[in-house]
T-cell receptor, first 112, second 116 residues
Framework: EDKVVQSPLSLVVHEGDTVTLNCSYE??????LLWYKQEKKAPTFLFML????IEKKSGRLSSILDKKELFSILNITATQTGDSAVYLC????????????FGQGTILTVHP | DTGVSQDPRHKITKRGQNVTFRCDPISEHNRLYWYRQTLGQGPEFLTYFQNEAQLEKSRLLSDRFSAERPKGSFSTLEIQRTEQGDSAMYLCASSSPRGGPNYGYTFGSGTRLTVV
């Protein structure tokens, strides 16, 4: 059974801090790893990673995948209060037709 | 709004009652997924459809749960004889004809069910 574990489960920082969120996974026939941001409603897509060592970047957010060690990290630099949310990591297996297995999420709280 | 729509947004029901939720996917998406999310957890896969065919069901989907997608457009998720443990957010997602998160996988805002 596919499994995704995220750490830490919660994190409290101040504006301007840099945070690193971790995601480790076990999946048969890995296809992709995805990061989502969830603010009380629908998860919104951040990144999809399929290859090791290639950093994806969007503004202050970046993510990288290590397929050998089976983990990914999500970095957020110069955090802002608007970054406060639950960050979800999910994996997709080949042949699963888009079915995602999610971790439990990391709750990030950014104080002014 | 051309995103994934879910109705109702909130539902409070008494234990033992039946409830039905609706999901309207993005019109050109042929794949539709249902997930359940409880407090403090990530979404858990329940079932998915390709067009009108239900291709996979999770073990989480007990006999009290049934999902349909008539005509391959909107979908409904029905829970019969609700239990307090059914209280959760029910999320719907749809994806484009090529399928999977690579291609426009979009979540709706969810239906929050509270069973009292």
């Amino acid at each position: 059974e596919d499994k995704v574990v995220q750490s830490p489960l919660s994190l409290v920082v101040h504006e301007g801090d840099t945070v690193t969120l971790n995601c480790s996974y076990e999946v048969t026939n890995f296809r992709s790893l995805l990061w989502y941001k969830q603010e009380k409603k629908a998860p919104t897509f951040l990144f999809m990673l399929t290859s090791s060592g290639i950093e994806k970047k969007s503004g202050r957010l970046s993510s990288i995948l290590d397929k050998k060690e089976l983990f990914s990290i999500l970095n957020i630099t110069a955090t802002q209060t608007g970054d406060s949310a639950v960050y979800l990591c999910a994996v997709e297996a080949l042949g699963s037709y888009g079915k995602l297995t999610f971790g439990q999420g990391t709750i990030l709280t950014v104080h002014p | 709004d051309t995103g994934v729509s879910q109705d109702p947004r909130h539902k409070i029901t008494k234990r033992g009652q039946n409830v039905t939720f609706r999901c309207d996917p993005i019109s050109e998406h042929n794949r539709l997924y249902w997930y359940r999310q409880t407090l403090g957890q990530g979404p858990e896969f329940l079932t998915y459809f390709q067009n009108e065919a239900q291709l996979e069901k999770s073990r989480l989907l007990s006999d009290r749960f049934s999902a349909e997608r008539p005509k391959g457009s909107f979908s409904t998720l029905e829970i019969q004889r609700t239990e307090q443990g059914d209280s959760a957010m029910y999320l719907c997602a749809s994806s484009s004809p090529r399928g999977g998160p690579n291609y426009g996988y979009t979540f709706g805002s969810g239906t929050r069910l509270t069973v009292v």
